[in-house]
C-alpha cells in the first residue's frame, strides 16, 4: 500500500506494540506487504511474565487510561499520511503502551489504520477507541487477527487493505 500523491510515493508507518509476538508477526506481514515503514514500541516497564500478575496490572492500567511511559525511538507520524497501529486485544481494547503511543502524537488530517490479535476473550471496538485517543484522525475498520493469523495471515491482510 504506497499511496500516489504528486507523482511521489508516501509510504505508511507500521507502529505497533506486542507482548508474545503475534502482533509483531502481523505488523511484519504488513510491512511485507506495503513496504513501509516499521517499528515496535516497548514501554519502559516490561510486563510481568506470569500471566496471572500480567492480567492483574494489565486490568488496573487499562480501568485508569494508564499511558505508560515508552522507550525512547517510537517515531514520530508528522510525515506520514497513513498509519498502521498494531496491539494485543487485552481486556477489550488498546494494550497500554499503544494507547500511549496514540495518546502522545498529533494525528491531526491522518489516516490510520488499526490492526489487533487476540486468543478470543472480551470482545474490542478497536476503531472507536483509537478515534477516541485520535479525534481529529480519520480512523478505519481494523484488522482482526485470531493469535498470529497462521498460515492464512498474508491472505487476511491483503483483503484487508484491498478494502481501505
Keep these: ?54 492480567l492483574k496490572q494489565v486490568k488496573k492500567e487499562v480501568e485508569h487510561g494508564c499511558h505508560p511511559s515508552l522507550l525512547p525511538g517510537a517515531p514520530s507520524p508528522l510525515s506520514y499520511q ?14 497500554p503502551p499503544l494507547a500511549s503511543w496514540l495518546y502522545k502524537n498529533d494525528f491531526s488530517g491522518k489516516i490510520i489504520l488499526p490492526f489487533y490479535s487476540h486468543c478470543g476473550g472480551v470482545p474490542a471496538d478497536f476503531q472507536m477507541d483509537i478515534a477516541k485517543l485520535c479525534p481529529k484522525a480519520d480512523v478505519r475498520e481494523p484488522l482482526e487477527v485470531i493469535a498470529d493469523g497462521g498460515t492464512q495471515l498474508k491472505e487476511l491482510i491483503e483483503k484487508w487493505l484491498q478494502e481501505k
Design 1 to 54: 500500500m504506497t499511496v500516489e500523491k504528486r507523482n511521489q510515493k508516501i509510504q505508511p508507518l507500521i507502529v505497533s506494540y506486542s507482548y508474545s509476538g503475534n502482533t509483531h508477526r502481523i505488523a511484519k506481514g504488513i510491512q511485507e506487504l506495503t513496504g513501509g515503514d516499521r517499528y515496535e514500541i516497548y514501554p519502559w516497564q516490561p510486563y510481568p511474565m506470569a500471566f496471572s500478575e500480567l
Design 82 to 95: 497513513v498509519i498502521l497501529a498494531g496491539s494485543p486485544n487485552w481486556c477489550g481494547t488498546i494494550a
